[in-house]
């Protein structure tokens, strides 16, 4: 089969991973890494391609397909592997080695306007994510000029909701199950000292 060919057949492809696999540990290990990219995010896009195949969504890019299928019961299965693949390559790039720390500073600042402290700003997405009932995720948005944190249930994200996703935490039990058990709150604390990528949220930002 030739490259045009496979274009055609599976026009969305894995992202790849901007660190390699063992690059979180030991916050997050490589054998979660492999199973939750390796085996969770690839499988969205390849249901996503079977889903969109011969369908007047087979050659629109993910956010099109995202916006086009949005609220529509009868489109459901078609959203939430695309959102879940959009999702997940958004979290992989709110994370990184050595993160945590202090954000840069006109982030810093409009988080300070936003929640009073950098502390206050961490306990909300701690908060939103332990207050997310079964899976889910947390977020830091911009929601017109103000910083807010949300969180979404399943599949949702905020740009549905006219909001900037500038960062977050996947709560799914599989993105923590295999290190931390049924330790949420000890997984969402690691990430939110260890690793989350405030030069991430920063750009997001703009």
């Known amino acids: 089969m030739n490259k045009d060919n496979t274009a055609a057949v ?31 995010h690839r499988g969205y896009v390849d249901n996503l391609n079977k889903l969109v195949a011969g369908t007047a969504f087979a050659d629109l890019p993910l956010l099109k397909i995202m916006s086009e299928t949005a609220g529509k019961a ?59 009932f079964g899976s889910g995720w947390a977020w830091l948005v911009l929601d017109g000029g103000t910083l807010k944190v949300v969180k979404t249930a399943n599949a949702e994200l905020p740009m549905t909701a006219g909001r900037k996703p500038l960062v977050t935490i996947d709560v799914w039990e599989h993105a923590y199950y295999l290190d931390y058990q049924n330790r949420r709150l000890d997984y969402v604390h690691a990430v939110l000292d260890k690793l989350i990528n405030w030069d991430f949220a920063a750009e997001n930002l703009g």
């Open 10 to 40: 599976s026009p969305h492809a894995l992202p790849p991973l901007p660190y390699p696999d063992n690059a979180l540990a030991p916050v997050i290990s490589a054998n979660t890494l492999g199973f939750h990219y390796g085996k969770h």
């Open 74 to 132: 009868d489109k459901a299965t078609i959203f939430n592997n695309a959102a879940q693949i959009w999702n997940h390559t958004f979290y992989w790039n709110s994370l990184r080695a050595a993160g945590g720390g202090q954000p840069p500073a006109r982030l810093k600042e409009k988080i300070e306007a936003s929640f009073g402290t950098l502390d206050a700003c961490r306990e909300e997405l701690a908060a939103a994510a332990m207050a997310q």
